[in-house]
């Protein structure tokens, strides 16, 4: 079973948008990039809105962050964009919440591995 972080009271809300500067992924208002302590170049890295490489990162960044497991990140980060990642418009939000959801909607329906 994937452990998820207690939601707090005042929930945090991951959101995406694209600027005129690039794109921009934040939790609670700072950058996700800077939350996982990652190179400020790779939000370059992070896409939405279809499959591939660099939505696949925002699926695994969203997962580290959210469980704190980057087994759990590995393990799931392709089924979360395709399910979630791959079909956010340009503007987002999800709440903690939602996102608990989602990854625990994914892990009850990924077989176990022998």
Same mark, same amino acid.
């Given at each position: 079973m994937i452990k998820?972080? &207690?939601e707090q009271p005042s929930a945090g809300i991951y959101s995406g948008e694209r600027t005129i500067d690039g794109l921009v992924v934040m939790y609670k208002g700072a950058p996700l %990039?800077? @939350?996982l302590a990652l190179d400020e170049t790779s939000n370059d890295d992070f896409e939405w809105g279809y499959? /591939? *490489?660099a939505p696949a990162r925002l699926a695994h960044a969203l997962l @580290?962050? +959210?469980t704190g497991d980057p087994a759990v990140a590995d393990a799931f980060s392709i089924r979360l964009?395709?399910?979630f990642v791959a079909k956010l418009d340009n503007e987002w939000e999800v +709440?903690? /919440?939602q @996102? *608990?959801?989602l990854i625990e909607e994914i892990q &009850?329906? %990924?077989p176990a591995l022998s």
């Open positions: 998820i972080a &207690q %990039t800077k @939350l499959e /591939g *490489d @580290l962050h +959210r964009m395709v399910q +709440r903690e /919440g @996102l *608990d959801r &009850q329906s %990924t």
